[in-house]
């Protein structure tokens, strides 16, 4: 195939400026947490780094079978004095391939004639939906329901085969890169000074060399143990790319062929890798928050219609640490649009959380604080020209850490299990979840002094000063959909008002209600397990107005920044030093 570069050379030149693409550095090479470390936690430290590295490319080929081509062709034409393929590859690196996607939502095409599948490099490019739930349904008629289940598990590659499919398990679709990725967490474990630590690598390891998805389950259950720990390892695998295995219980027939043969799709993962320096401080004041999470789970609506895994009177399966970031690698360091700032591990639907293993929060310290100078003008910009004066005491950086911390934990709670039947939609709607649960248990943390009464006000207005978006997502961005439509919600409850002169007018009062009323609403969806009504509760509050028009056009005037890009110093440092 000829490759031709997507952007004009103007585009390219704009794009890459510092002031459309903010660098998010990670770790420095003479950071004081590195420097803390113990020698062998430092050794141990370029191993792991070393392992990362190679979830780049695994993401890379689940996300666009062209992207590594492309990449060779760009290194090639830069060698050769190409300009534009030397801005291209600045870009490529940030979003980690050919597509993605910028924070006004517009698409990023760096390769001329390439298009975003719904199914990424999951399935064969030329794999419609409407022929994938043809061939899954004449495959199940045939009886070959061991292999469907396999097509539509989180863990496979699909090919073509003689008409029909085949499942390529991850183990033997990326051997090559998982097997140097084990290599290198032996040899972390020979060097950590944590014997926890060094158990998990063993079993991750282990994981990775051979096709069994129990022993993914107990590197799993390991991990969401690991809790006094000075390192951190995480290969994340979640299922946001991968559009197209939720699609086919769209068809009534196929539906019902799956239900018959007790077959769940379950969307690809895509592979990330972290590595970081457990920050004890930061992990403590999280730990402070751990003591109520019985009394959050206490106070879900409709907790006696469902389990969740946090009970009422047991919080054991739950650990949480505050990460200084060394490395995000793979799905975890793609900059497309944003950054993830936290997350909550292992999902519902994997094997570990049915053999009595527990979830783990981890915080990204470095995605999240943005003290610089430059971060703290465009707060002020923003504040002033969107929220109304009076609330501007209120708002706090540091609240939207506090607000992460209940998103992430009310991740544990709700419903335990059949959200798989939402199909697409099941994303966005526990996002949204996870959202308003934070938001609806403030008043129960605020009685038992979690939070201040100050603090509380905070978190809500912080919250509703941010609810505004620059550009309308598209459907696969399930974070930024359930943002408008929480922020819709809250405009036709009262909420949130948008004034004659475009300025944000809050009513703090109604905000708890209004959420705890749509938190019921997101878990009686989640519990019909039923499609239809997933689809459509997502298009009844998926709902552009004029407010989001008047706030958009604000907001792109007063940030103009379009993406962004990790840089890792002490990663790269330590990966260039000799062993």
């Known amino acids: 195939m000829k490759f031709e570069i997507n952007l004009s050379s103007e585009e390219l030149e704009k794009r890459t400026h510092k002031d459309y693409l903010i660098k998010k550095p990670m770790l420095d090479k003479e950071a004081k947490e590195y420097e803390q470390l113990e020698s062998a936690d430092k050794e141990a430290l370029k191993h792991l780094v070393k392992a990362a590295n190679y979830a780049n490319l695994i993401y890379m080929k689940q996300d666009n079978e062209l992207n590594l081509p492309f990449l060779d062709y760009l290194n090639e034409e830069i060698k050769n004095g190409n300009k534009d393929a030397e801005l291209t590859k600045v870009l490529f690196d940030a979003q980690l391939g050919i597509i993605g ?42 009886g070959e329901k061991d292999e469907v289940q396999k097509i539509l598990s989180q863990r496979t590659i699909v090919k073509r085969n003689s008409g029909k499919l085949k499942a390529i398990d991850y183990t033997d679709e990326f051997k090559e890169e998982f097997n140097k990725i084990a290599d290198e ?53 979640e299922q946001y790319a991968d559009l197209l295995t939720g699609s086919v219980i769209e068809d009534e027939e196929l539906k019902i062929l799956l239900e018959k043969n007790n077959i769940m799709p379950i969307s690809k993962d895509s592979i990330g890798i972290r590595v970081g320096i457990v920050n004890k401080n930061g992990t403590n004041d999280l730990l402070k928050i751990k003591n109520y999470l019985p009394l959050m789970a206490e106070n879900m609506p409709l907790k006696d219609k469902y389990e969740q895994n946090i009970s009422s009177d047991d919080d054991n399966l739950q650990t949480m640490v505050d990460v200084d970031i060394v490395s995000l690698r793979g799905d975890e360091g793609s900059y497309r649009g944003g950054i993830t700032i936290a997350q909550n591990l292992p999902n519902n639907d994997k094997l570990s959380l049915t053999i009595g293993g527990g979830r783990r929060n981890v915080y990204h310290r ?29 708002y706090n950086p540091e609240a939207d850490h506090w607000f992460t911390i209940g998103h992430e934990n ?50 809500l207005v912080t919250f509703g000063a941010n609810a505004f978006l620059k550009a309308k997502p598209e459907l696969s961005q399930a974070h930024r959909v359930r943002s408008v439509m929480q922020t819709y919600f809250f405009i036709q409850e009262g909420v949130i008002k948008v004034d004659d002169n475009g300025m944000i007018d809050l009513d703090i009062d109604k905000m708890i209600p209004a959420a705890r009323k749509m938190l019921t609403e997101i878990i009686e969806v989640q519990l019909s397990q039923d499609f239809a009504r997933g689809e459509k509760y ?22 103009k920044a379009l993406n962004g890009m990790i840089v890792t110093p002490l990663a790269d440092y330590l990966i260039n030093e000799p062993y």
């Open 101 to 142: 996607i910028d924070s006004e939502s517009k698409k990023v095409i760096l390769l001329k004639g390439a298009k975003e599948l719904d199914g990424k490099a999951f399935y064969p490019s030329d794999l419609s939906k409407e022929e994938l739930q043809s061939v899954l349904k004449q495959m199940l008629k045939n």
């Open 185 to 237: 967490l032996e040899l972390a474990a020979k060097c950590s000074s944590n014997a926890d630590f060094n158990e998990y690598l063993i079993l991750q390891a282990k994981a990775l060399r051979e096709n069994n998805p129990m022993l993914d389950a107990q590197a799993d259950k390991k991990w969401a143990q690991l809790q006094d720990t000075p390192l951190e390892f995480t290969i994340s695998r």
């Open 366 to 394: 470095q995605v999240r604080t943005s003290n610089s100078p430059e971060a703290i003008e465009r707060r002020k910009k923003r504040l002033d020209a969107t929220l109304k004066q009076e609330f501007h005491k209120f």
């Open 410 to 459: 009310v991740h544990s709670l709700g419903p335990k299990s059949g959200t798989e039947a939402l199909g697409k939609y099941k994303n966005i709607i526990e996002e949204n979840k996870a959202d308003m649960g934070s938001l609806a248990l403030l008043d129960c943390l605020k009685e038992v002094n979690a939070y201040s009464k100050e603090q509380v006000k905070q978190i």
């Open 538 to 559: 997502v298009n009844d509050y998926f709902k552009w107005t004029k407010e989001f028009d008047v706030m958009a056009s604000k907001l792109k005037t007063i940030d």
